[in-house]
């Protein structure tokens, strides 16, 4: 086999592994949120809980006004956590792009909560107001 193509059949591979995760993790999401555009969010956001799932650091970096910090890492493993987020209630879910909110609305879901969306784009691609701490 020549070195090209060992080389096509890496790239390959790895093409096909990208799209595998993407695949599993669009399963993943949809069996526990709806995505929504930042457009929906910013729409529907007012009565609903904003969480922002990322790490503390990252939360007082900068954030979505109105968004508290329940960090994914930390709810996984101390349920009580998720007891400062109502039932009864719409939740908004965000992280920098979207894995950590899908893990979130998957622990939610499987917690008894409904009506979790996850912002399609993250924080990184939040153009709304934010605020500091």
Excluded: C
């Excluded at 904003?50 to 508290?68: M, P, Q, S, T, Y």
């Excluded at 009580?80 to 992280?95: F, G, M, N, P, Q």
């Amino acid at each position: 086999m020549g070195f090209l193509t060992t080389l096509s059949i890496f790239i390959l591979t790895i093409a096909v592994l990208y799209g595998l995760n993407k695949l599993y993790f669009y399963f993943l999401r949809k069996s526990a949120a709806k995505l929504v555009t930042q457009e929906e969010f910013q729409e529907n956001m007012r009565g609903a809980q904003i969480i922002d799932v990322r790490e503390k650091e990252d939360f007082n970096r900068g954030h979505v006004l109105g968004a508290r910090s329940v960090p994914y890492t930390i709810s996984k493993t101390h349920k009580e956590y998720l007891t400062a987020i109502r039932k009864d209630k719409d939740i908004y879910l965000y992280d920098n792009k979207q894995t950590l909110a899908i893990y979130m609305a998957r622990l939610l879901k499987k917690e008894g909560y409904t009506n979790i969306y996850i912002l399609k784009e993250g924080y990184s691609g939040w153009t709304g107001k934010t605020k500091k701490k």
